[in-house]
């Protein structure tokens, strides 16, 4: 019932202000630079926004099994990201079938379950279909996040790092909700 950007955006603020302060009073705190901000704002509209908050947006449309069954492809897009952008090694026949295994499972699970089983909330027809490639892309949107963040500048501190990139991310999904 709450606007999905706005309650995902509240929720990763409060929650980022307090690894923020957390990590402030923590021993090994060293204040963020520019290219920290710059990084956590980057990762976090990419993972917060597009992942997090385009999976909440999606459940409108389609179910949760759905919505988890979709998400599993997030593994597909790590490995071809990878691959691709990082010029890490190409897939081998290994990496391919877990990742078919994995997702295959994930289906296995979900297998059975329906829209009314979520309570009848999922939509049919084109949005359910929106609903999916939303979720798709949050999946793609939540892999291009991680691999940017494997070489991007970031604080010694994970609890700092974290806590600046849900700060970011959390009021990207806050000026998104305006709208």
């Known amino acids: ?10 929720r990763f603020v409060f929650a980022g202000s307090i690894l923020f302060l957390w990590a402030r009073f923590s021993a090994d705190y060293e204040p963020p630079k520019a290219a920290h901000w710059k990084t956590s704002l980057v990762v976090g509209t990419f993972l917060l926004l597009g ?12 179910s949760s099994s759905l919505a988890a069954l979709l998400v599993a492809t997030e593994p597909f897009w790590i490995v071809l990201l990878s691959w691709l952008w990082l010029h890490g090694s190409r897939p081998n026949v290994k990496t391919i079938l877990g990742i078919a295994l994995g997702f295959f499972g994930v289906w296995l699970l979900l ?14 027809g084109s949005m359910q279909i929106f609903g999916a490639l939303a979720v798709i892309a949050s999946a793609f949107m939540w ?4 691999i940017y963040g494997l070489r991007a500048p970031v604080p010694k501190s994970s609890v700092l790092t974290a806590g600046m990139q849900m700060l970011s991310g959390g009021a990207v999904l806050l000026a998104v909700s305006l709208f």
Do not use: C, E, K, R
Request: cysteine-free; hydrophobic content about 40%; overall charge neutral.
């Open 1 to 10: 019932t709450l606007p999905p950007f706005l309650m995902a955006g509240a």
């Open 111 to 124: 297998n059975g379950q329906t829209a009314s089983a979520a309570g009848g909330s999922a939509s049919v």
């Open 143 to 146: 892999a291009t996040g991680s």
């Open 51 to 62: 992942g997090n908050g385009g999976v909440v947006f999606a459940q409108h449309y389609i």
